[in-house]
């Protein structure tokens, strides 16, 4: 059975840092893209990294550009989303999703990119 679980997220005061992981299991090894998505209350989903395997490439929304990382270890079913310089705007539920099809930058923050979910972790930023 495919399963991600998402864990790391906190409250934590603005200015810091914080790792979240996401956790694949039950996968091969060849999926095609992963994404972090995050949902305010009251907002809609947001897409805010993805990363293509395809290529290595990884992509950021702008309203976390330069604060935001993604990364994963080579032959390690865990992928990450560092954040750092936090703001109470970063508040939310954060997701992880993973899809099998091809992914390109012109749609891999989308919602529709990833049939595989996490149940999410929640991130909160307040002083």
């Known amino acids: 059975q495919v399963k991600l679980a998402e864990s790391g997220g906190g409250l934590v005061q603005p200015g810091d840092s914080l790792r979240l992981s996401c956790a694949l299991s039950g996968f091969p090894l060849n999926y095609q893209a992963i994404g972090w998505l995050r949902q305010a209350p009251g907002k809609e989903l947001e897409g805010v990294s993805c990363?293509?395997?395809?290529?290595?490439?990884?992509y950021y929304a702008d309203s976390v550009k330069g604060r935001f990382t993604l990364s994963r270890k080579r032959g390690d079913n865990t992928v990450y989303l560092h954040l750092d310089n936090l703001k109470p705007e970063d508040s939310a539920v954060y997701y992880c999703?993973?899809?099998?099809?091809?992914?390109?930058?012109?749609?891999?923050?989308?919602?529709?990119?990833?049939?595989?979910w996490g149940r999410g972790t929640q991130v909160a930023v307040s002083s």
């Open positions: 999703a993973a899809s099998y099809r091809i992914v390109y930058e012109t749609n891999c923050l989308g919602r529709e990119a990833y049939d595989y």
């Open positions: 990363g293509l395997w395809s290529d290595d490439s990884t």
